[in-house]
């Protein structure tokens, strides 16, 4: 878990991740009482390209975590 713990990009092409999936990995990512940054607290930037599920949600929960 301590190498997760800093990546900073990550690469999930061509994965058949779905909207449900893109949804629950947003919500991984959101802050909460155990990890104050979320899920990859030091992840940066995530690509998503050729998934059938909308990245709109995981880039939206990056974003917001990026402004806080």
Do not use: C, T, W, Y
């Not at 947003?26 to 909308?54: C, D, H, Q, R």
Request: charged content about 25%; hydrophobic content about 45%; proline content about 6%.
């Amino acid at each position: 878990n301590r190498v997760l713990g800093k990546l900073k990009i990550l690469s999930l092409h061509d994965n058949k991740i779905g909207d449900a999936e893109m949804i629950a990995f947003a919500e991984a990512l959101k802050p909460n009482v155990l990890f104050p940054m979320g899920a990859l607290g030091k992840l940066e930037n995530i690509m998503l390209l050729g998934n059938p599920g909308s990245d709109a949600p995981v880039k939206e929960a990056l974003a917001r975590r990026k402004a806080q």
